[in-house]
Structure formats: C-alpha cells, structure tokens
C-alpha cells in the first residue's frame, strides 16, 4: 500500500533522451515514460488497453505512442486516437496518464488523484549541475520497502557500524552526538552535532583540517512519504561553525529518493554533492567513494529486508528511533487520510483528527 | 485448467529415439514418452506410485519402464508387474497411462477419458517431410498461456506491427485487407485477401515476382483447444489468384501447436513449410528467418502474459478480434462441457445447450 | 513442522573457527554461532531485536555480538548488554538463544525448551578422528524435506538401483536380502544380511577378497527425528560373519544427520569411516567415491520432492518399507507429544496414550 497523492522520483532526466522511452515500473504500476515532439516527458500506464502489451514495445510517432502489437495509438492523455483498419475507436479505448515535472534534472511523478497535484510540493535540490561542487548520482535497485532505506537514513548513529570503514568515524561521536527531531509542515527534522570529534579517514581524504579534532554537523529533512535530504558539514573545532560560520567548511549536500517499485524492491535514486576544496584541481575533487557507501546501505536493508520477511515481530525501540518513528507517523498519516478520502473530502483541518 | 478430452502435440516423432524416454510436462502433468521394444510409443505418469519418484529417472526394459529407486516395475498400460523382494503386488500399485499416436512427424496424446478419444481428430498436416517443399521445425518454450499464443495467431494484422522487419510488409496492407471468419465443426477459420500490396522485403528474398505489387492471402484453421495451421501464398497481382490460379506463387504451410506445459508457460511447436522455387538449388531455400520470426512472436507474448498478470482487466476489443474470440469460445464451450460431463453424460445434442 | 526438542547437528565443529561466526538457518529459524573468548561455542538468534538485522552482519567482541546497524550488545545469554548513546536498556531488548554442545567433532544445537534437554540423547560417532579409520565427511545442501533422506537411508534396496554404478552390486542380492525391523528405545533399527552375494566394483577396488562371493551386513540405527547411523562391513563367504567374526572384513560407518533447513530444504552432514586396510599406504585409503555415492542420493530425492510438489497423493507401500514407516511413525508420535504439551506436560508415562 503506498501513498498515491504525492510527487516521486521516477527517473534522472537523462534516462530519458530525445524521443527516447523509459519502462520502468513504480508503486506497483508499469509506467511508460516518453518525450514528445516538442522534448516535454508524457507518462503513460504501460499497458495497451487493447491486449495489454506494454506500450514501451512500441514507438514513439510525434505525440503519440503507437502499440506494438495491433497498432493502437495513443496521445499523451492516454486518449485512443487511432485503430488501425476501424472508423469508430470504442469509447473505452483509453490508457491511465500521469502528471510529470522535470526538476533540478530529476523527473517527478504524480500517480494519484491530479486535482490534488500541487507543483510547490516537490522538493528542490538546487545543487545538481552546480559548478562549484561535485556532484555524482546513480540509481541503487534495492530489494527492500522503500521505508527500510528511510529508516536508515533518519538514524545516523548507524554511520559508526555501517560505514566504519568509509565516512564512519567512531561509532562513540555519532551515538553520543546531540540530538533534535522536530516535526515540520511536510515531514521530520533530525539536527545533530558532533562537536570536537575525531574525523574520518574519508574526511581526511578530502579536507585539509587545521586541528587534531573537528566539529560536525548534520541536519536530515525528511519530506513525505519517500524523500530525505541532507546537509552536513564540517570544520576545525572551535572555529564558530554552531555560530554559523561555515569559511573552509568541508560541505556535503545529500538528497535522497527512496521510490518504491513493488513493497519489497525500492529505486534507489541518491545523488551527492560536496563543495570544491580550494586549492585542487576538477579531477582531484571525485567522490566515487559514495558508491561503496550507499552499496553498504543496501546490503543492510536487504539483509534486514530478509530478515523481517521470517519474523517482522517484535522489534525492540531505543532513543535513536526517533527521527525514524516520526516520518513513519506522517506515511502512515498519509495513508490513512488516503484511506478516507475515499468516504468523504479530507480537508486540512480534518488531517489531525485522522492522526488522532 | 484445460481441456482434457482433446488431442496435443506431446513432442516431435524424433525427440524420443530407440529405446529413448522423454520426460515432459503436459497440461501440469508429468509425462514419460518411451519406446517399447517393437519402436511403438507409449506415454506413463512419470511418477512412481510408490514414493513419487519420477520413472524418467529409471530405464526402459522391453516394453516396461523400472523406477530408478526400489526398482518397481510398469508395463505401457500403466499396471506394476513387478515390486522387488515380494512375490505380492498391491492392487493399487500403478500409474496412468495416456493413449499416444503418431502421424505427420509429431507424437499426439489424449490425456482425457480414453473412451472419448477419436483419431480422426487428430489434424493432419501431410507437408512434414515432402521433398517437393522446404520444411522447418523446432519447439520454443513461452513464458505465457498457450491461449495468447493461439490470440497471436488469429489476428494477423499484428504481422505489419510485430514482423515489420522480416515478414510484415505495411501495417495498412495488413490492417486493410479484407477478412472474413467463420465458425466450423472444429473451430474457427478466418480468410484474409491483401489485394495489390506492397511485397514485404522477406518475400522478395525467396521468389521472384514480375509485378511491383503482389496478391496475398491467408486461411487460418483454428482446430480446438490449441492447433493452429495457416496457409499463405502470394502471386503477382492480377494473375488470377482469386480464382485459384496457383501457378508460380509463393506458398507457405505453417503449423502451429500450442500445448500447455503449465497455465502460464506453453511449449510452442511450430513449423513452416514453403514450396520450391524453380530455378534455385536446395541450399537456397532456407526458412532460417522463421526462426527470428517465432521469437518476435514468443517475446510479444511473453511480455503481454507478464503484463496481464500484474493486471488483467479491463481489455478493449477492436474488430480484428473476431477470429481470436470465435476461437476463445470455442475452448470455452469445450471446458464448460467437461465441466458437466461430471454430471450427466455430454451427447452431441446438448452441448448447443451447453453453449447457449 | 518440526520436532523442536531434539538435539540436531547445526555445524562440524570445523565449520566455526577461533572468535569466527557461522550464520545457518535451522528449523526455519536464522542461527549464529559464534565461539566465546575462552572458545566455547554459542548460538543466537541471528535477529537483532531492535531492527531486525542479522547479527552475523555484526561482529563478536570478547563473550558478546554486537550488531553491525546500530551497534547494540548481546551476551551469549541474548541479553542485550549495550546500547549506544544511552544508560537505560530496554527491558524487552533480547534475543533468543540455543543450547549448544560439542561431541565427535560435531555442533549439536537444542533449539526446544532448554529444560528437557538431556546430554545422554546426543548421538555418538567415535571413529570420527580415529587414525586406524578413513574418514571423509562434507555437508550438502539439499532440496528436499529432512524425511525424504531419512527415508531413503532406512530402505536400502534403492542401492541395487540408485547405486548401481558405484556401490550397488546386484538389485537382487539387496531385495532378497535377510531384513528386520525393530523399535527401539529412541528410534528403530534394521538388520540386513545379503549372505554369498557377488561383491560391487567399489568393495573390490578397496578390499581383497579371497571367495568369488561374499556375505554383507547392515545395522541401520535410525535415533529420532533427525540422525541415521548405519554400520555395514563384507567379509569372505563362509568364514563366521554371522557368529561375529570380523577378521579381515571390510566395515563401513556411516553417520548421516539431516538437519531441516525448512520445510523443503535440508542441511545433509553426512560422513563415512572405513577400517585401514591392511597393507595399504595412507594414500591408498581414500574415500572420495563416497562423493558421488551421496549425490546420487541428493539427485534421487530432490527429483522426488520436485514430483510430490506436484502431487502428494497417492503413495502405495511396499514390503521394504518397514524401516522408514517405523521411523515416520516415531517422528510423527514425538510432534504429536510437542502439540499436546502446549496444553499439558508430557510425562514419559503419557508418551503411549499420546502415540494410541
């Protein structure tokens, strides 16, 4: 069951190229994505309604999308415009369309009820394509529900366990780190601080650190039901970085789509971008390490996937769930005001008492 | 679940060699095909009625099979006529057998009640093995229920879209032509004539034509529950094809069977068969495309099996339809008499109850 | 459904090595062993209870397993020890564990009620590690219910037919072959005498014989639910093996422990033992066509589960099967004891209504 009344991550821009389509399936469903004549994305359902065929195993004509197998046609409303060797096209010959927008090169999809799409609800991540940081991304196809990877990302104390041999750092300065959750409009907010902590080989890496010790930060916002982004930074300790003073900081920007596919497999869409440290050159500034980083992440969740697969019961809460259980409230808040729409309008006032 | 009380194709005559054994899934059941020792065929359970063991894994002696783990032994009837160690066989030590014929190069069995089966049923297809003709054959296993196999088949406006680079020609040529599908004692035949069109670029490769545009025509016999046998041809236009002038045409027998292995995978025995073009030597004759042909259809099948199981309705119908309906019907009248022969005995007279 | 209070073999003792860690599933239940710092063994649910990964995702640390998501600490107990970042530990935060014990070179695993376990039940195999002896042992994974080997081990007329090739000899000296059954105290055993039988390939590759037929023995020990242990040896015809002379025999210990993985997947530790023979380099010794000899079984009850998948029923029984009916019985009767003392304790007095 996901939430259909909410922009997701369906694609990088560049998946899709000129004229090109892109079959991929998302919250169960066969979606077929495709650009018109003009270069905007359509998306269909991918399945023609006459025999069912996938669309993508037909062409792309113009503005339309032509079936492979009889020839049907289809525009992007999901419209039958053409039979092939018939006048009358039978009323019911129609496809599902969905609402797409292209944002800071990612593609977003709206499959549930269009009257409620609302474009300010997608998140930005201004960043991608910005000269002046590294920025690398990739999809992870991750055989675990897509709340898995949120969970992960919502308690950092695992970096010390998960990472130990990459970002980590000692598992002590995470878990003892001070921490914040508050809820937000559209989500949950985790602050942390990491002061005075010994940094990690990865940091070290990168960063030219003036003092033995350094001072780090991160703050995690988790907008609902499936993105996460992230902002953390570092500094030579004592420097003023809790009184906002961010010069020679080591700077990392995270964003986070968690799309499911079916209930236990979830695209994975990551993206990292990491301001450029003075004094080194383009090719100097890589970060191919995210990608050891992010795969120790899907091992976990996939082997915990498996796991809860046997036994979901019980689990055991501790402090650091925090973050985790409160974007897990909103999704299932979510869920439930989905649930009752279907009865009668949810108006926003109405959202509490559903919650309650 | 299938029809039962028909005839299938269950292998090619040479699959099962002297003395050999075949083993095979057929309709969800397992089968054992074998030869006894005077070169007849002979079809068991393949399963030993003592602890399950498949008889394939044991050996052909005479006219009996032994199991490959206690050593029971089955004659072609299917009785044990011998348990290691005792002199007493227990009365319900056997297994079913099923009645097999062969003819035209193909192994036929009827797994339904026996006393029901008619060998004038069995469809004929003399082609096999006329020296006159080129001939080619092979078995592909598809991922889909045989019925959309059969769909495939029926509709032949589907060739300009799914064979467009082999033996397609124009979609209009095809979706053009003029149709006409009738139902007869066995199935359903649909008769289609592409007047004055545009030879596809694989015709061209085979046969010398003396005119730009061609004659083309199509008989396809549906015979129930799963045989299909299609005869094509085309001569240059206006030479009097219509009038069953069949001088210097281009003609193509092709054979199709359809048997299910399980509900949703189907072994697809296929063969085609083309007449002789004067003038060229036996290497020139070569029907290899058909092979290329059959996946197209195999991977078009496949793909709509995969989508329907993620969701099968709604479907629209179109005109060209109308043979793939008659022909679903038809498999649909014979199951719902099986369906009642549980009851009452089924006689002639009554299936059009059945069916009304 | 499985017998839960029940010593199983879960490892060889080998398998796990010094502060090392072996994750297998058991009875359906995920296991890790691990050794303590002073090298005894211990076994834990591989489940942590906070988020339901793998322990053996973590790593041991001294007496303890720290898991490798957010670190929290489990002593061999399953009492949660530690959790990062904060004093107070859940009191619901535990994981189960297992007794385990160590003998013959093999881990067995007690995964009911730890207050019915009883040392005295565990199976012994002394010649494993015995110099005069040549021992080989492996473990496969087979997918097949633990019974479907316990069967095949009780009835040993499959090995005229399954081991034809390797230590079969004739199917007629094995069916014919002197047999009884007897319940015993934890189980049942078989007796078998093939006396002046034509000896197999494999006996006279590794033994001289000094008649051209000799007399066999079998004692097949079944100890329910899970352990079979078979004592055979040949000897010449005619020189007192049936009034228990053993001079110059070959013998053959054979210990065979079919742990369930699950339902339809099986752990097969098996090993052989066979007496030096005299006048034979070390060398000369070897085992490895006992090898082939267990696969031929893995490949005869993997077919068997694949065909009773299919069909379970019906099953017609033999003569020869008096020994694995008998074991059947015993694990079935023990099963039926587990159910009932959910209601009530079970007194050994009991144990006889239950089985009536």
């Known amino acids: 069951m996901f939430v259909k009344n909410a922009w997701y991550v369906g694609a990088w821009s560049d998946e899709i190229g000129d004229s090109g389509m892109l079959a991929r399936t998302l919250l169960g469903e066969p979606v077929l994505f495709y650009r018109t004549a003009d270069g905007t994305l359509a998306a269909l359902q991918d399945r023609c309604c006459h025999r069912g065929l996938p669309l993508s195993h037909g062409r792309v004509q113009g503005d339309c999308v032509t079936c492979g197998y009889h020839g049907l046609t289809f525009n992007r409303t999901g419209a039958c415009v053409n039979v092939p060797g018939q006048e009358r096209i039978p009323p019911a010959a129609k496809v599902p369309s969905y609402l797409v927008r292209e944002s800071d090169g990612m593609v977003w999809i709206w499959m549930g009820d269009a009257s409620q799409a609302d474009d300010a609800l997608i998140v930005s991540h201004s960043f991608a394509g910005n000269a002046e940081w590294t920025f690398l991304k990739d999809r992870y ?193 979510m869920l439930k005001a989905e649930a009752v729409s279907w009865i009668q309008p949810v108006v926003p006032s109405k959202l509490d008492e559903v919650k309650a």
């Open 141 to 333: 196809l991750v055989n675990a529900n897509y709340q898995l990877i949120t969970d992960n990302l919502m308690d950092l104390t695992h970096v010390g366990y998960v990472h130990n041999r990459t970002i980590g750092g000692t598992p002590q300065a995470h878990s003892e780190a001070e921490s914040k959750t508050s809820v937000t409009s559209n989500g949950v907010r985790v602050e942390r601080w990491m002061m005075d902590s010994v940094p990690p080989p990865s940091y070290c890496a990168v960063h030219k650190f003036h003092t033995p010790r350094i001072d780090r930060w991160m703050e995690i916002d988790f907008f609902a039901p499936s993105i996460v982004r992230i902002h953390t930074g570092a500094m030579d300790t004592n420097t003023g970085a809790r009184e906002g003073q961010r010069n020679d900081a080591l700077l990392f920007w995270g964003f986070n789509a968690q799309t499911p596919e079916t209930e236990t497999t979830t695209h994975y869409f990551w993206s990292g971008a990491r301001s450029h440290v003075p004094g080194r050159s383009i090719g100097e500034q890589r970060l191919d390490s995210l990608r050891i980083t992010f795969a120790e992440d899907k091992e976990i969740v996939e082997a915990q996937q498996a796991s809860l697969d046997l036994q979901p019961e019980p689990l055991v809460m501790i402090a650091s769930d925090a973050g985790m259980m409160g974007a897990r409230r909103r999704v299932a808040m």
